[in-house]
């Protein structure tokens, strides 16, 4: 049985002409889209979070569940600065969460 899910945000992503093309290209031979890859990755990185850092990860989702306004789909992009700007302070209080392990480079 399959579900449909309705995506509502737009994730925006700054490369270079050559790493786009090569993406591009990597994601032809895999047979995916760009956009399916990239979904992959987030989705697999999250799973990964949750089950490295379970509490940790389930306390930042309560608090940002408290703290963020609710999502209003396709904002223009004035509205989508004016949101990120209130967001400032939260991201920096975020940032100070300790780090559970060590990032690869």
Same mark, same amino acid.
């Given at each position: ?16 002409? /050559? $790493?786009?093309?090569?993406?591009? +290209? ?6 995916? &889209?760009?956009? &399916? ?8 990185? +999250? ?16 608090? *940002?569940?408290? *703290? ?11 509205? #989508? ?9 939260? +991201?920096? &209080? $975020? ?5 559970? /392990?060590?990032? #690869?480079?």
């Amino acid at each position: 049985m399959f579900s449909i899910v309705v995506k509502e945000r737009l994730v925006n992503v700054r490369l270079t002409d /050559k $790493t786009h093309n090569e993406f591009k +290209i990597a994601c032809d031979l895999r047979g995916a &889209s760009m956009s &399916s890859l990239l979904h992959q990755f987030i989705v697999r990185t +999250i799973r990964e979070e949750k089950e490295h850092s379970p509490r940790s990860f389930e306390t930042l989702i309560e608090q *940002t569940a408290t *703290t963020r306004p609710a999502v209003v789909a396709h904002p223009s992009a004035k509205e #989508a600065v004016r949101r990120m700007a209130g967001f400032e302070q939260e +991201i920096q &209080s $975020t940032r100070a969460v300790p780090v559970l /392990k060590k990032k #690869a480079k």
